[in-house]
T-cell receptor, first 119, second 115 residues
Framework: AQTVTQSQPEMSVQEAETVTLSCTYD???????LFWYKQPPSRQMILVIR??????QNATENRFSVNFQKAAKSFSLKISDSQLGDTAMYFC????????????????FGKGTHLIIQP | DSGVTQTPKHLITATGQRVTLRCSPR?????VYWYQQSLDQGLQFLIQ???????AKGNILERFSAQQFPDLHSELNLSSLELGDSALYFC??????????????FGPGTRLLVL
């Protein structure tokens, strides 16, 4: 079974600053995806970024980027030029790829980091 | 808007009752996942269906069941409800039939309150 650990329950930064959220995971699988999802006060789960384990290059999406260290089983999220709208719970998630076809297994989530962007 | 729809948005019921939550996946997606989010347990995977067939089970209670219909919508049935079943229930879809993308996109959730 996989486990995902987010060691920062809450973080607070000033608007326009850069912030890094930590995530570590434990697995014996070799083929998997990692994700960061954002959950604002509306409670909607919004995909932020995805990383395939077989790719060495770190994923980026506009102001969001990851630092994926496969050997260390670490997957941190960096948010640059933070904005008030970035205030949300951020969840790190692991997904094992299924070889039987027809979709991957369910996501395993960390407990989340509550990020607060101060004006 | 992820393209995944869930109904109802809110549901209030009593202990011992049975409810059905409904999910329509994104157009072209073949796989549906159900998750439960509660204060105690966090976000937990319940069950997955792919093209009408059950593919994976997570921490789903025996009182809970699900199915995926030929039009690919899915229903999650919760019976003999207990106070602890109060939670936000998410549906997610993936496996685009064209691209094969396995990224999961979430619906807005159904908020269940058991009194």
């Amino acid at each position: 079974a996989q486990t995902v650990t987010q060691s920062q329950p809450e973080m607070s930064v000033q608007e326009a600053e850069t912030v890094t959220l930590s995530c570590t995971y434990d697995t014996s699988e070799s083929n998997y995806y990692l994700f960061w999802y954002k959950q604002p006060p509306s409670r909607q789960m919004i995909l932020v970024i995805r990383q395939e384990a077989y790719k060495q290059q770190n994923a980026t999406e506009n102001r969001f980027s990851v630092n994926f260290q496969k050997a260390a089983k670490s997957f941190s999220l960096k948010i640059s030029d933070s904005q008030l709208g970035d205030t949300a719970m951020y969840f790190c998630a692991f997904m094992k790829l299924s070889y039987s076809g027809g979709g991957a297994d369910g996501l395993t989530f960390g407990k989340g980091t509550h990020l607060i962007i101060q004006p | 808007d992820s393209g995944v729809t869930q109904t109802p948005k809110h549901l209030i019921t009593a202990t011992g009752q049975r409810v059905t939550l409904r999910c329509s996946p994104r157009s072209g997606d073949l796989s549906v996942y159900w998750y439960q989010q509660s204060l105690d347990q966090g976000l937990q995977f319940l069950i997955q269906y792919y093209n009408g067939e059950e593919r994976a089970k997570g921490n789903i209670l025996e009182r809970f069941s699900a199915q995926q219909f030929p039009d690919l919508h899915s229903e999650l049935n919760l019976s003999s409800l207990e106070l602890g079943d109060s939670a936000l229930y998410f549906c997610a879809s993936s496996v685009d039939a064209t691209s094969g993308s396995e990224t999961q996109y979430f619906g807005p959730g159904t908020r269940l309150l058991v009194l």
